[in-house]
């Protein structure tokens, strides 16, 4: 069984500047890190101005970065065998497009606050493209990289802002800004209430371990599949759906109300999912103010990823098989985390369950031959800082 494992933070920052002296010679100014996330609740709704609790990961990104003093920028990773070479001047939509997109895409989101040249080496512990946001971790370690060695001290809201620019604007990723958030605002030991409609942000306590429940998180190993289209044709039936309602968003609408405005089936089914989903995540704020981290988040967590599978549409065969199989071997509850269609899932188990209940998940993917899946457990871990 694969468990993927934590790399400490020493190794991670090595890494980094070992990939940037062999890519560019000599040594990098720094080395700055930022988490990857789980959502534990309130998926699909940052984009609809609703609340979601993730929080970060104790895998990271790490970005060795060095100034230059003309305006070339030059990229590389470890997990992509290529080096991008480009000048600030022509990033822009579409340019450069793939993996370097998330990180040039920062520079010239930040290009009017005075940002010039770097070489930057990137190595991470987040899994790429596994719903665990990664994306976010590598833009939100080079924005504050840049925050620092051009001195722009520019407050972290316009680094989260810059992060999220890059993504939708310069990547074409659609992003509702969940990720770049809690990797610049996460607390350890704390998850993040953020409220998507005004940007407000509540740290709570989350202490798994002393309420005797792990967090296991589920990398489904899934084919990649495209699914922009997708995510665009959701967000497009909510536009729909506040156009029809007289509203501008969905937030504090109760269900009755919302559900009997609409008459389209779909429409009303992923109003209904927004809506409800809203509901859960107040809830489940409330236990964890409470320092409830067991059964009763467990089913709203269930009851989360059934809106999603059944009214949002958005599971996966291995994100339903994964679900299914923790709930079958004494998870608390289990959901997707993350965009969707393969990706991750997570389940709240208690402590003693979690080699059965990952054992479950492994028979029930091989059952359906599905891929093996990858396992890791978490507790809430800090967001992005200057390692050296
Ligand atoms: P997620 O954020 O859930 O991992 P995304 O599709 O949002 O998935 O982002 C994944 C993309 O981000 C990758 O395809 C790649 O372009 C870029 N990326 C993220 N981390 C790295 C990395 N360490 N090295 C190179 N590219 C990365
Ligand atoms: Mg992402």
Same mark, same amino acid.
């Given at each position: 069984?694969n468990?993927?494992?934590?790399?400490?933070?020493?190794?991670?920052?090595d890494?980094?500047?070992?990939?940037?002296?062999?890519?560019?010679?000599?040594?990098?100014?720094?080395?700055?890190?930022?988490?990857?996330?789980?959502?534990?609740?309130?998926?699909?709704?940052?984009?609809?101005?609703?609340?979601?609790?993730?929080?970060?990961?104790?895998?990271?990104?790490a970005?060795?970065?060095?100034?230059r003093?003309?305006?070339?920028m030059?990229?590389?990773?470890?997990?992509?065998?290529?080096?991008w070479?480009?000048?600030?001047?022509e990033?822009?939509?579409?340019?450069?497009?793939?993996?370097?997109?998330?990180?040039?895409?920062?520079?010239?989101?930040?290009?009017?606050?005075?940002?010039?040249?770097?070489?930057?080496?990137?190595?991470?512990?987040?899994?790429?493209?596994?719903?665990?946001?990664s994306?976010?971790?590598?833009?939100?370690?080079?924005?504050?990289?840049?925050?620092?060695?051009?001195d722009?001290?520019?407050?972290?809201?316009?680094?989260?802002?810059?992060?999220?620019?890059?993504?939708?604007?310069?990547?074409?990723?659609?992003t509702?800004?969940?990720?770049?958030?809690?990797?610049?605002?996460?607390?350890?030991g704390h998850a993040?209430?953020?409220?998507?409609?005004?940007?407000?942000?509540?740290?709570?306590?989350?202490?798994?371990?002393?309420?005797?429940?792990?967090l296991?998180?589920?990398?489904?190993?899934?084919?990649?599949?495209?699914?922009?289209?997708?995510?665009?044709?959701?967000r497009? /039936?909510?536009?729909? +759906?506040?156009? @029809? *309602?007289?509203?501008?968003?969905?937030?504090? !609408?109760?269900?009755d109300?919302? $559900? %009997?405005?609409?008459?389209?089936?779909?429409?009303?089914?992923?109003?209904?999912?927004?809506?409800?989903?809203?509901?859960?995540?107040?809830?489940?704020?409330e236990?964890?103010?409470?320092? /409830?981290?067991?059964? +009763?988040?467990? @089913? *709203?967590?269930?009851?989360?990823?059934?809106? !999603?599978?059944?009214?949002?549409? $958005? %599971?996966?065969?291995?994100?339903?098989?994964?679900?299914?199989?923790?709930?079958r071997?004494?998870?608390?509850?289990?959901?997707?985390?993350?965009?969707g269609?393969?990706?991750?899932?997570? /389940?709240?188990?208690?402590?003693?369950?979690?080699?059965?209940?990952?054992?479950?998940?492994?028979?029930?993917?091989?059952?359906?031959?599905?891929?093996p899946?990858?396992?890791?457990?978490?507790?809430?871990?800090?967001?992005?800082?200057?390692?050296?």
């Amino acid at each position: 069984m694969n468990w993927l494992d934590v790399i400490a933070e020493e190794d991670l920052a090595d890494g980094a500047a070992a990939l940037f002296r062999n890519a560019f010679g000599g040594d990098p100014d720094g080395v700055w890190i930022a988490p990857g996330r789980v959502n534990l609740i309130g998926e699909h709704i940052d984009y609809a101005g609703g609340l979601v609790l993730p929080f970060a990961l104790p895998y990271a990104t790490a970005v060795a970065v060095r100034r230059r003093e003309d305006t070339t920028m030059r990229a590389v990773s470890t997990d992509t065998n290529q080096t991008w070479t480009g000048q600030l001047g022509e990033i822009g939509p579409g340019n450069p497009s793939g993996w370097a997109a998330y990180v040039a895409g920062v520079s010239w989101a930040l290009q009017e606050h005075g940002v010039g040249g770097v070489d930057v080496a990137v190595h991470s512990s987040v899994p790429v493209g596994s719903g665990l946001s990664s994306s976010a971790a590598l833009e939100c370690s080079f924005a504050l990289a840049l925050d620092d060695l051009f001195d722009l001290r520019l407050d972290r809201k316009l680094l989260i802002e810059a992060s999220i620019r890059a993504e939708n604007e310069i990547a074409g990723a659609s992003t509702g800004g969940m990720d770049q958030n809690i990797a610049m605002s996460a607390e350890t030991g704390h998850a993040l209430l953020l409220d998507c409609l005004d940007g407000s942000t509540r740290q709570i306590p989350l202490d798994l371990a002393g309420s005797g429940s792990r967090l296991l998180v589920i990398d489904t190993n899934a084919p990649h599949r495209l699914v922009d289209g997708q995510y665009g044709a959701r967000r497009e /039936a909510l536009d729909i +759906a506040c156009a @029809e *309602l007289g509203v501008t968003t969905l937030r504090g !609408l109760d269900l009755d109300t919302a $559900v %009997s405005g609409l008459v389209d089936d779909t429409l009303i089914r992923r109003v209904r999912h927004v809506v409800s989903e809203i509901g859960r995540v107040e809830q489940a704020a409330e236990l964890l103010d409470r320092g /409830a981290a067991g059964a +009763a988040l467990g @089913e *709203l967590m269930t009851a989360s990823h059934v809106s !999603l599978r059944d009214d949002y549409e $958005v %599971s996966s065969p291995e994100l339903d098989s994964a679900v299914d199989a923790a709930r079958r071997a004494g998870a608390y509850g289990a959901r997707m985390t993350g965009g969707g269609f393969g990706g991750s899932a997570i /389940a709240l188990v208690p402590s003693n369950l979690v080699q059965a209940v990952a054992d479950e998940i492994v028979s029930s993917a091989a059952r359906y031959e599905l891929p093996p899946p990858t396992f890791l457990t978490a507790e809430p871990a800090g967001s992005a800082h200057r390692f050296f």
